[in-house]
């Protein structure tokens, strides 16, 4: 019967995937020192190679033979009224591993154990086999921390405080661990709560808590009102005497302000313009700076409308109520920082401007387009 | 019911001879470590503080390994042996002793242990080998 010509088990499957079943569970150092025992001792037996499965094979029944060893000889003390194992025990239980095969007076059922066959087969053994140490030293294993009990009231030397307390108890510890206790006063009330009363009292508690809730307030109000780096810039060129880079005006205000006629139009009039003449004769202005002021008027509406939501608060004072308990964590609770206003609610939303913001675009990157596919009409400008 | 006065020489003998033999064991250091019987003979319940028992046991597993070992060593020369004239010229240059899972199951079989293996399991016949006289 073959195997059809398939691969083998180790082979059908995914690499990394293939995992030992574990016999023993968490055992593995010391069925790793097994093995190695085994092959030691196979070794000396005459064998110069071995296959894996067959190393492991072997260590499992030597792991299975000393475990029942152990087993056999713990029954035979408890069947004789005993909890340590003697050598008559071992003696027994390593007949039991050998009944199988058989050994020198197995049949005698009054045998005398020290004149056992098991035992001068060992006695041969050891006589005859050349001793071979263990490859590695190792350490007693598993390590396991031995527990140092609390001394007895007798072992102290002391009397137990009480006649019903026997001298072999643990005696208590020192009576400044538990007598004196920080938790609990007089009053039997916590001592965080007497801290909270007292501060109360002198009204120290309100103030660090109120002091933090007008700097948070103090601070919203100093982001709103701080002026956008772009408009300082703005008005810096503006002051320079810049018209086409002036800071736009307001939607409210009608004025325009007046631009110089082209240079081409008038040649006169450009002589005495020199922001004009540095314009069309030494560098040709760029799309972008074109139409920024129509980018800083969608800006400037936007800032407007968030600086009149702002205004009001700024006017009014936010009212801060506190209410202190012992036994709550949060010591203040703000009640109305920010009231809600009609007036907040007329300002005109966000989305409510987006239609003309979006006619605008549409305008701006047609002359964009324009402008780029046929620049000769920009240097004209 | 009295005893003869020869049976009972006989044991004080025995006696004298088997503690004479636990004492010489505390010279013989066997290849399997006490730390390794103690671990295993603790997980099965024995409880003894006397270090001769747990030679005594580390020994009689010794001598058991050592018997299955050379069963199987057995049991591959007579395989080697067996083996036609033609295939025979080709061992001869790897004429190695390789402990394999065919041997061991046969050796172990006399002491009572059926060990079953896979039929085509792919194991690799060189281990244990030093790397540099690999071939594969």
């Avoid at chain 1, 094979?57 to 152990?70: E, H, K, M, T």
């Avoid at chain 1, 313009?273 to 004769?281: G, H, I, K, M, Y």
Wanted: charged share 30%; hydrophobic share 35%; proline share 7%.
């Amino acid at each position: 019967m073959s195997n059809g010509g398939g691969k083998t088990g180790r082979q059908l499957e995914q690499p990394g995937t293939w995992r030992r079943r574990k016999v023993g569970g968490g055992d593995d150092y010391a069925r790793a020192i097994a093995k190695i025992a085994v092959a030691q001792v196979c070794e000396g037996e005459g064998f110069q190679a071995f296959q894996q499965s067959a190393l492991e094979a072997l260590s499992d029944v030597v792991v299975r033979y000393i475990l029942n060893v152990g087993k056999s000889a713990h029954c035979h003390a408890n069947l004789s009224g005993r909890t340590e194992c003697n050598a008559f025990d071992v003696i027994q239980g390593l007949e039991d591993m050998g009944s199988v095969q058989g050994f020198a007076g197995a049949a005698d059922v009054d045998h005398c154990l020290e004149s056992s066959g098991v035992i001068r087969e060992i006695v041969h053994f050891v006589n005859d086999a050349e001793p071979v140490m263990f490859a590695h030293p190792i350490p007693r294993f598993p390590v396991v921390k031995e527990r140092v009990p609390n001394p007895s009231f007798l072992q102290k030397g002391e009397e137990p405080p009480g006649e019903h307390i026997p001298a072999w108890l643990p005696a208590f510890p020192d009576p400044q661990t538990y007598s004196q206790s920080p938790a609990v006063n007089g009053r039997g009330t916590e001592p965080r709560a007497v801290k909270f009363d007292q501060e109360r009292e002198s009204g120290k508690g309100e103030w660090p808590a109120l002091n933090l809730q007008q700097q948070m307030v103090s601070n919203m109000f100093e982001k709103s009102a701080s002026i956008d780096p772009a408009d300082a810039k703005a008005k810096r060129v503006a002051a320079e005497g810049n018209p086409f880079l002036a800071a736009p005006l307001k939607i409210e205000d009608k004025e325009v302000a007046s631009v110089p006629p082209p240079a081409k139009l008038f040649n006169d009039e450009a002589l005495d313009n020199p922001v004009v003449e540095n314009l069309v004769e030494n560098e040709p202005i760029s799309a972008l700076e074109t139409f920024a002021p129509a980018i800083e008027a969608m800006k400037s509406t936007i800032c407007d409308s968030k600086e009149d939501q702002t205004k009001f608060c700024a006017n009014e004072k936010p009212t801060v109520r506190f209410k202190i308990g012992i036994k709550n964590k949060l010591l203040g609770k703000s009640i109305g920082l920010i009231p809600q206003k009609e007036e907040h609610e007329k300002t005109l939303p966000w989305f409510a401007m987006e239609d003309e913001k979006d006619d605008r675009k549409r305008r701006a990157e047609k002359i964009l387009r324009e402008s780029l596919e046929n620049p000769d009409q920009l240097v004209q400008l | 019911m009295n005893q003869n006065p020869q049976s009972s020489e006989g044991r004080n003998d025995d006696d004298s001879a088997l503690s004479d033999f636990l004492a010489s064991l505390m010279d013989y250091t066997p290849t399997i470590p006490d730390e390794l019987v103690e671990h295993y003979l603790a997980k099965s319940g024995f409880q003894c503080p006397d270090v001769r028992l747990t030679r005594l046991v580390a020994v009689a597993t010794q001598k058991f390994v050592a018997e299955v070992a050379g069963d199987a060593l057995q049991h591959c020369k007579a395989r080697q042996a067996t083996i036609p004239k033609d295939k025979r010229d080709k061992q001869q240059k790897d004429k190695r002793l390789v402990l394999t899972m065919e041997d061991l199951s046969k050796a172990l079989r006399e002491y009572g242990v059926n060990l079953k293996h896979q039929e085509y399991f792919a194991d690799s016949p060189s281990t244990g080998m030093d790397p540099a006289t690999r071939e594969e």
